[in-house]
Nanobody, 126 residues
Framework: HVQLVESGGGSVQAGGSLRLSCTAPRYVVGNYCMAWFRQAQGKERAGVATIDIDGLTNYVDSVKGRFTISQDNRKNILYLQMNSLKPEDTDVYYC?????????????????????WGQGTQVTVS
């Protein structure tokens, strides 16, 4: 079982910044496809960004240029730096991970592609 623990959510004014963190087991960060998803109440969980095992990142169009996904392999932490936040970014944000045998199969498209999930952290932008 892979335990993922998010932190860093909170409330911020539009235009502000937040950094989310996701602590994962040592063998996960850098070796699994990792992602951030978000979900509003009553809506499906939607992909935000992924980082592949070769370090390649992918973003959905709505966050490109504003959000940055990164990982610290030494600390076993996945990050999501969120800048220029907008009210429509208000959601519960989830860290996710799934094993991939090779790079090139890590995209923020479908929640069903990811096996392991954190408990979520609320981000509110007003």
């Amino acid at each position: 079982h892979v335990q993922l623990v998010e932190s860093g959510g909170g409330s911020v004014q539009a235009g502000g910044s937040l950094r989310l963190s996701c602590t994962a087991p040592r063998y996960v960060v850098g070796n699994y496809c990792m992602a951030w998803f978000r979900q509003a109440q009553g809506k499906e969980r939607a992909g935000v960004a992924t980082i592949d095992i070769d370090g390649l990142t992918n973003y959905v169009d709505s966050v490109k240029g504003r959000f940055t996904i990164s990982q610290d392999n030494r600390k076993n932490i996945l990050y999501l730096q969120m800048n220029s936040l907008k009210p429509e970014d208000t959601d519960v944000y989830y860290c996710a991970a799934t094993y991939v045998a090779s790079a090139g199969h890590c995209y923020p498209r479908f929640a069903a592609d990811f096996r392991y999930w954190g408990q979520g952290t609320q981000v509110t932008v007003s």
